[in-house]
DNA sequence: GATGAATGAGCATTCATTCAT
DNA sequence: CATGAATGAATGCTCATTCAT
């Protein structure tokens, strides 16, 4: 259901190898893992990218700069598997979201849906805000792509779920928009400084914007809600 | 009118000196500064930000690394001049295809506004794509950040000179929403591979979907168009 | 005793880090950490400060470059940790000097600090007049002013020790001009390149003229010695 | 009677070219000279020897580097101009200084001279301790080793004169030792940063050890003055 | 003569990566 | 398995000097 192909498994060879050497299978293994993956974090968080060095991560992950390298092949390769634990929770917070608008009115369900999707943006421990403002190439990862496709999936569901209401003439290429649109706009606004009422106005004031997209009128109880 | 609070003049800290060294005056000067802004561009066109070093700008650009320092004092300036320079380019377009629609019915206006948008990304001379793909603090710099201000200001006026036709129930934070929406889409279809009709397609079905975040419902001749 | 202020630890402003950036722990390290200072000392021996490079350091000790940024921030701390060697020998050889001369006539004590000193000024792992002709700011460095106010103290104790025989209306300052005008002669001796003889000459006459300064009359023996 | 001997003009091989390129005939030129060489002393008055650049002391000087370079052939024979300035007043000064002890009894004589050896010194239009301080390369350029034959020339000059007071052995050796110690003993007294009241005590005590030196004992009048 | 834009060899320093222990 | 000393290619940038105008 995905708008794009689906390449293969290493990624674009404008970027070196991405998997990690190995994939932790013992406890402590994975705990120097997942030490290394959370150091780069850290770092990118308060850091400038290009700052960002394979030394620094590894006294920051507590571990020495030759362990890392028995985990990783290169310093792409942390920053990818950091993204993609990023996405892999994103999406799994949005399926869980989905579930939860069950019952709802289709407005409050959108509103619902950018709640969480903002809310899981901001999150500390998700460092997706970090990674797009320092390392835009991350955006262009299998991994991150494949997160922005399953997000696409999940509005076509939704769209195909609520085929009463939605009323789209290119179903395909508008959802496509549409899901563009969300995930920008509520990256936008998850990376905003402002009062937390701001951001209260826009994820409700997105809501209904999208719900205008989606259906072509407003929500029950008109312009002035 | 702006969203934001503008900043004192030099930008931000986490950058050094963005400012060039001395503004051409004479013709030569002029052309020698040009072309390593303009051999910059290029560079970062077909490679990665990483990979754009002070000596191949200098050398693209057929002038020594020291002349280089004469016009700039470090590589993040040039970068910050083809960005401001993109821009105001960019703003310009958008500024004169506002003008353009004079006369039109509001639907096409709104399609013309996001062809000329799109092509101006796309234009081979603006390297703004590159810019934003490769070069992560780019977004930040001042004059980037002025640029999309001048945009969602555009947005505002359209707003206010159509205020009969648009209905909008937060008019500030919808319409901020709208031209990030619209911003992001625009350069999301710009940086997309595919044939020329898919653009068409989803600049063509964007403009609806526009059309009906800012007045809540379809444009005169139907969903079918 | 000393005649100065000892200031801080980290070395004056105008100078960015000067200490080295690990203390060699074991012995592999050592090794290398003392073959980067030495080939610092013989090339600033045979060359000009000026032409001193970090790159060339790290080639005459046989190690990278890299190597040697591991041990020392920057140029100017393999100078001075050079400096501080030198000068600790250089004390070291005069306290040792100061010991021998017990139970000699207080004239030819004098003749034999002053022997060593010159001999130890010139000797050829003492790279101290390479350092004072070719490194202006080495003369300002914390360890070289600690050791010269460490060779005025040595002063001011055999002034003390010697005070039945010297007579100095002003101890203090008399014994820090003393001291002063010995050191820069010692080293104007060491400097020169004429005959053993007339080293031999000087030294002798030195003695002759230090004795005069602290007791105020010719040494026993004579004028015509 | 210059105890080394005299080299032929144009200085050692380990230092380029250090003559001016012309000297100046005209009233312009002489001008032009003149703030070239005395930008250069301000300058290094007030920084670091390695961040004199000659581009920076074109722009002190109001002139371009083009001109500059009409006059001088590199950068060392700035220095070198400025040296040379600066030694030809300070062997001026002791001339005077020494027709001016005419009449005075010798221990005053002395104390006249280092009196004015150190105002000369300190005196702000003479760089010579910057000089000292910050390129003690010029200690080995000809103009200074010159002026420093001079001075222990008037030393001896002195000596000769006053051949009924003075009593030393070797007078030739012992002569350049006293006007050595003196040059740098003065000289450590114009780069100390204390109170005036200690400058004046040090000079008093030096002229007393002096004394002693070339007599063999204390002036009368007794120690204690 | 004077100018100052242009030059480019050369320097200090970084950092991803390897490999002997 | 883990370590961290060692590597060295590569980078940003300076500054003495030249030469066309």
Redesign the interface.
């Known amino acids: 259901m995905s708008t794009t192909v689906r390449r293969a498994a290493p990624g674009p060879a404008?970027l070196g190898e991405l998997e990690p050497r190995k994939r932790p299978s013992q406890a402590r293994s994975h705990a120097t893992f997942a030490a290394i993956v959370d150091a780069c974090g850290r770092l990118l968080a308060r850091g400038?990218?290009?700052t960002l060095t394979t030394n620094a991560i590894a006294e920051r992950a507590g571990v020495s700069i030759g362990t890392l390298y028995e985990y990783f092949p290169n310093r792409e390769s942390i920053v990818a598997a950091l993204a993609a634990e990023s996405c892999r929770r994103l999406v799994v917070r949005m399926h869980e979201a989905v579930e939860e608008t069950a019952g709802m009115a289709p407005h409050a369900g959108v509103e619902h849906l950018i709640e969480a999707g903002v809310e899981a943006l901001r999150a500390p421990e998700n460092v997706f805000t970090a990674l797009v403002?320092?390392?835009?190439?991350v955006l262009?990862l299998p991994p991150v792509q494949e997160a922005r496709e399953a997000l696409t999936d999940l509005c076509q569901d939704i769209r195909t779920r609520a085929s009463d209401t939605v009323?789209l003439?290119?179903p395909q290429?508008?959802t496509?928009?549409?899901s563009?649109?969300l995930f920008?706009?509520m990256l936008?606004i998850a990376l905003l400084d402002g009062p937390e009422a701001?951001r209260a106005?826009?994820q409700r004031?997105?809501a209904?914007?999208t719900f205008?997209?989606a259906v072509?009128?407003?929500p029950p109880g008109g312009?002035?809600?």
């Open positions: 404008w400038r990218y290009e403002r320092e390392a835009p190439f262009r009323r003439p290119e290429a508008d496509w928009l549409i563009q649109m920008n706009a936008e701001r106005l826009l004031e997105l209904r914007l205008r997209m072509g009128c407003d312009v002035s809600e």
